[in-house]
């Protein structure tokens, strides 16, 4: 179709994202610092980085909250940018923040999602349907997002932002505040997303006991990517023996400091 | 190909997948179709809301209720309004009111919307519609009509209150057509305060109370023969559509760039009352160039005054049209101000930095 000079053909392999030379500043803040990162398609990556290590801000600037002033981010090879389109239909976020409507019912908050991109009617409730049977709530679709648990409203967001079939799923600190159980479902819920629809996922997370020794792992902190890579090049290159103590080791920071 | 070479055994297996599916290509473009979707879906979930929020819903009929059943009866004999175009007899003061009311109805709407959608910019709804691949004015666009949608509910509720109490029953029909409202009224604070009934229970009683009214209604018209509504109501919706629009991307275009009008308080002061008052909606302007040429003079350039105007012909099936042209004028000049505006990634709203941001 439409393949303008920016698009890199498919074919040739363009990553689910790709963060290349992206700084952003508040005033004299440097949030991000020369950020590059990169998620292949069916990759689960974990970004991994403390409170104000500028993991939401890279998620404003991929969901177009702001403009990325400097480099480039492209989705699929789709500048974000120049063409915000083709990158946001392929492109499925689940934001920090609650973002349903309490006073509705869970089918009611997905058929708005539905049609925020253009799928109505038939089409639209059967996606509905199918997003609440991934997640298992489909037995609930008629109740209010007021009566859910935070697990389970959780739950709702990611049916959310599948509706569309994005293939890169973005998820900010998606386990914040839930308890084990919940933490569990909500994990294995993506991870067999990935496994079996081949999803490339970005999973922001300041919560090491997340990540898995087959995932990509990127570490974040203040503002700077410190490492890219697997698990077992975390370990080896920081000469440690689990994640958290990789991180502690790569960023500098001491038990205190990770405490708070 | 892939950088992390440790781990790209993982990743050919994945990728023979990928290429089974359907976003290998570009994804579809989106058609007009696709458009009408989406503003339904918007709009729709505005009115929904609405509807669902039984405070919010009652709280914004009682206001210009109160203006309607107080004030105005309180100004009936203190103000008299002599023959002006629209109006072809002595009006009530009531009458010379009930567009200023509706008026009223569209600005408390905008800028609850409005603010909503500065307030919700970062965090919560407003970040899952500018995800949506739609350009970001026509989500906002529509968002904003949105809210005129609900306006527009409370602006005929409204009237139809307004035609009852101009009709000038017996108490007997007044009784009649408030029995079930005080009902559900009463269920309701009762079931808030104890909890005893379930959902459902709830939802089948605003049901068949919705029903019983219409019965009541169709039935009190029935019986005391009652005319038709003095007024148009079906003319007065363009006006009520195109003012509310005008209204609701003046408040997005403030709100996007004056900080203090952040909350609600500050919007009652600085933008709501000054707008109402010194303006056509509660006395004519004739009257207002008697006491004060200046604040006339602040009263034509305000482009409530217009909407007002607007109105109060389309009420009677005529068109103001220098109202017309003001307030299309102001609408294009507000809803291109407020999209720049408000792009968070390039108006200035970004270099405002966010609502908690110390800048």
Same mark, same amino acid.
């Given at each position: 179709?439409?393949?303008?000079?920016?698009?890199?053909?498919?074919?040739?392999?363009?990553?689910?994202?790709?963060?290349?030379?992206?700084?952003?500043?508040?005033?004299?803040?440097? !949030?991000?610092?020369?950020?590059?990162?990169?998620?292949?398609?069916?990759?689960?990556?974990?970004?991994? /980085?403390?409170? /104000?290590?500028?993991?939401?801000?890279?998620? #404003?600037?991929?969901?177009?909250?702001?403009?990325?002033?400097?480099?480039?981010?492209?989705?699929?090879?789709?500048?974000?940018?120049?063409? !915000?389109?083709? @990158?946001?239909?392929?492109?499925?976020?689940?934001?920090?923040?609650?973002?349903?409507?309490?006073?509705?019912?869970?089918?009611?908050?997905?058929?708005?999602?539905?049609?925020?991109?253009?799928?109505?009617?038939?089409?639209?409730?059967?996606?509905?349907?199918?997003?609440?049977? +991934?997640?298992?709530?489909?037995?609930?679709?008629?109740?209010?997002?007021?009566?859910?648990?935070?697990?389970?409203?959780?739950?709702?967001?990611?049916?959310?932002?599948?509706?569309?079939?994005?293939?890169?799923?973005?998820?900010?600190?998606?386990?914040?505040?839930?308890?084990?159980?919940?933490?569990?479902?909500?994990?294995?819920?993506?991870?067999?997303?990935?496994?079996?629809?081949?999803?490339?996922?970005?999973?922001?997370?300041?919560?090491?006991?997340?990540?898995?020794?087959?995932?990509?792992?990127?570490?974040?902190?203040?503002?700077?990517?410190?490492?890219?890579?697997?698990?077992?090049?975390?370990? #080896?290159?920081?000469?440690?023996?689990?994640?958290?103590?990789?991180?502690?080791?790569?960023?500098?920071?001491?038990?205190?400091?990770?405490?708070? | 190909?892939?950088?992390?070479?440790?781990?790209?055994?993982?990743?050919? @297996?994945?990728?023979?997948?990928?290429?089974?599916?359907?976003?290998?290509?570009?994804?579809?473009?989106?058609?007009?179709? @696709?458009?009408?979707?989406?503003?339904?879906?918007?709009?729709?979930?505005?009115?929904?809301?609405?509807?669902?929020?039984?405070?919010?819903?009652?709280?914004?009929?009682?206001?210009?209720?109160?203006?309607?059943?107080?004030?105005?009866?309180?100004?009936?004999?203190?103000?008299?309004?002599?023959?002006?175009?629209?109006?072809?007899?002595?009006?009530?003061?009531?009458?010379?009111?009930?567009?200023?009311?509706?008026?009223?109805?569209?600005?408390?709407?905008?800028?609850?919307?409005?603010?909503?959608?500065?307030?919700?910019?970062?965090?919560?709804?407003?970040?899952?519609?500018?995800?949506?691949?739609?350009?970001?004015?026509?989500?906002?666009?529509?968002?904003?009509?949105?809210?005129?949608?609900?306006?527009?509910?409370?602006?005929?509720?409204?009237?139809? +209150?307004?035609?009852?109490?101009?009709?000038?029953?017996?108490?007997? @029909?007044?009784?009649?057509?408030? #029995?079930?409202?005080?009902?559900?009224?009463?269920?309701?604070?009762?079931?808030?305060?104890?909890?005893?009934?379930?959902?459902?229970?709830?939802?089948?009683?605003?049901?068949?109370?919705?029903?019983?009214?219409?019965?009541?209604?169709?039935?009190?018209?029935?019986?005391?023969?009652?005319?038709?509504?003095?007024?148009?109501?079906? !003319?007065?919706?363009?006006?009520?559509?195109?003012?509310?629009?005008?209204?609701?991307?003046? #408040?997005?275009?403030?709100?996007?760039?004056?900080?203090?009008?952040?909350?609600?308080?500050?919007?009652?002061?600085?933008?709501?009352?000054?707008?109402?008052?010194?303006?056509?909606?509660?006395?004519?302007?004739?009257?207002?160039?008697?006491?004060?040429?200046?604040?006339?003079?602040?009263?034509?350039?305000?482009?409530?005054?217009?909407?007002?105007?607007?109105?109060?012909?389309?009420?009677?099936?005529?068109?103001?049209?220098?109202?017309?042209?003001?307030?299309?004028?102001?609408?294009?000049?507000?809803?291109?101000?407020?999209?720049?505006?408000?792009?968070?990634?390039?108006?200035?709203?970004?270099?405002?930095?966010?609502?908690?941001?110390?800048?």
């Amino acid at each position: 179709m439409d393949m303008a000079t920016d698009t890199q053909p498919i074919a040739g392999g363009a990553p689910a994202l790709l963060v290349k030379n992206v700084s952003h500043n508040f005033g004299e803040n440097l !949030a991000l610092d020369d950020v590059s990162l990169e998620v292949p398609p069916g990759r689960f990556a974990v970004l991994l /980085g403390l409170n /104000g290590a500028g993991k939401s801000t890279l998620f #404003a600037l991929i969901t177009r909250l702001y403009d990325n002033v400097t480099g480039d981010i492209r989705i699929f090879g789709h500048d974000v940018r120049r063409r !915000a389109s083709a @990158a946001l239909q392929r492109l499925g976020v689940v934001f920090q923040s609650r973002t349903l409507d309490l006073d509705l019912s869970l089918k009611q908050n997905l058929l708005y999602h539905c049609a925020l991109h253009g799928i109505r009617g038939r089409e639209a409730r059967k996606r509905t349907g199918r997003a609440l049977q +991934i997640v298992g709530l489909a037995d609930r679709a008629r109740e209010k997002i007021r009566n859910l648990s935070g697990g389970q409203a959780r739950r709702v967001e990611i049916a959310r932002s599948l509706l569309h079939e994005p293939a890169l799923l973005l998820l900010d600190e998606p386990t914040v505040g839930l308890d084990i159980g919940s933490r569990e479902s909500v994990i294995n819920i993506v991870r067999s997303l990935v496994e079996k629809e081949g999803l490339g996922v970005l999973w922001a997370t300041h919560l090491f006991d997340e990540v898995r020794p087959t995932d990509l792992v990127i570490v974040l902190h203040k503002g700077r990517v410190l490492f890219t890579g697997s698990v077992p090049e975390l370990l #080896a290159k920081t000469g440690t023996q689990n994640v958290s103590d990789a991180f502690r080791k790569i960023t500098g920071t001491g038990v205190t400091e990770m405490a708070a | 190909m892939s950088a992390y070479s440790a781990t790209t055994r993982n990743y050919e @297996a994945v990728e023979t997948r990928i290429t089974e599916r359907a976003w290998e290509f570009d994804p579809p473009r989106l058609g007009l179709r @696709a458009y009408v979707t989406c503003f339904d879906g918007i709009v729709w979930r505005e009115v929904l809301r609405y509807l669902y929020q039984r405070e919010r819903f009652l709280s914004a009929l009682v206001r210009p209720l109160i203006w309607l059943f107080i004030f105005a009866a309180g100004f009936r004999q203190t103000l008299g309004v002599s023959i002006i175009p629209p109006y072809e007899t002595y009006v009530l003061y009531e009458v010379y009111v009930a567009p200023g009311l509706l008026g009223m109805i569209l600005l408390f709407n905008a800028m609850q919307s409005s603010l909503s959608m500065v307030y919700d910019r970062e965090t919560g709804a407003m970040r899952t519609l500018l995800v949506s691949p739609f350009p970001r004015s026509f989500l906002l666009v529509s968002k904003l009509i949105g809210g005129v949608a609900v306006a527009a509910i409370q602006a005929y509720v409204f009237l139809g +209150i307004f035609y009852f109490w101009e009709a000038d029953l017996p108490p007997n @029909a007044y009784l009649l057509l408030l #029995a079930a409202p005080t009902l559900l009224c009463v269920f309701l604070i009762f079931n808030g305060a104890t909890e005893r009934f379930s959902e459902a229970f709830v939802q089948n009683c605003l049901a068949a109370t919705a029903i019983a009214e219409l019965a009541v209604v169709v039935g009190v018209i029935y019986y005391w023969q009652l005319s038709a509504p003095s007024m148009n109501y079906i !003319a007065v919706l363009p006006a009520l559509i195109i003012s509310g629009l005008m209204l609701g991307s003046l #408040a997005l275009f403030m709100s996007s760039v004056i900080r203090q009008l952040e909350n609600f308080a500050g919007v009652m002061n600085f933008v709501i009352f000054p707008m109402f008052f010194a303006s056509s909606a509660l006395y004519p302007l004739w009257r207002v160039r008697e006491s004060s040429v200046l604040l006339y003079e602040l009263c034509l350039f305000n482009p409530f005054t217009h909407a007002v105007e607007l109105i109060r012909f389309a009420l009677y099936g005529q068109v103001d049209w220098t109202s017309l042209a003001v307030v299309l004028a102001c609408t294009a000049t507000f809803l291109g101000a407020a999209i720049y505006a408000y792009n968070p990634s390039k108006g200035l709203i970004a270099r405002r930095g966010g609502p908690g941001a110390g800048v």
